[in-house]
């Protein structure tokens, strides 16, 4: 391939542009629904919404989509809204990025997946994600707090994630 085609216009292929629209929409809804659970007193450290897009979007249409929401919903949320809090944006950039991937390799190995694996991937990115926040803050009680107060949001990603991406995955055999 010349180099002038990279260049020209339309030179994004089809692949290219559904995947930037897909990531669009999901960075839409990982931006709608945390504003939605703020309206609860610590909604979005009991529900985790920041994350449930990125799931379903790794999952359902691959990496590309999932590193693309994963990165750009938490940096256009603290922009706009201020959450997630610029101290601990990088602890929800690496559990989003940890998300995007897991769930991303897992959607290589079956379009549906079984609620076991939905969970496995929510598990890993929780516990390694967890890891990190740790070494970032120092702080334990930082780290585990989305094991002690985002068990509902967990609980929601396996249980609900599972669900949209059965539906989707339906969707798109049809």
Known sequence: MNTSTLYAPGALTFTCRRTYLLAL???AGNIVLPQ???L???G???LLPIYFFT???AFAFGWRVGILTAIASPLINCALFGMPAPAILPAILTKSALLAVAAGYTSTLTRRPGLLMVAAVVLFYQLFGSLAEWAYTSSFQAAVA???LGLPGILIQ???GWLAINCLARIRKD
């Open 55 to 57: 799931l379903i979007g």
């Open 25 to 27: 929409a999901f960075i």
């Open 146 to 148: 989305d094991f002690r």
């Open 44 to 46: 979005g450290m009991i």
């Open 40 to 42: 609860v007193p610590q």
């Open 158 to 160: 396996i249980f609900g």
């Open 36 to 38: 939605i659970c703020h």
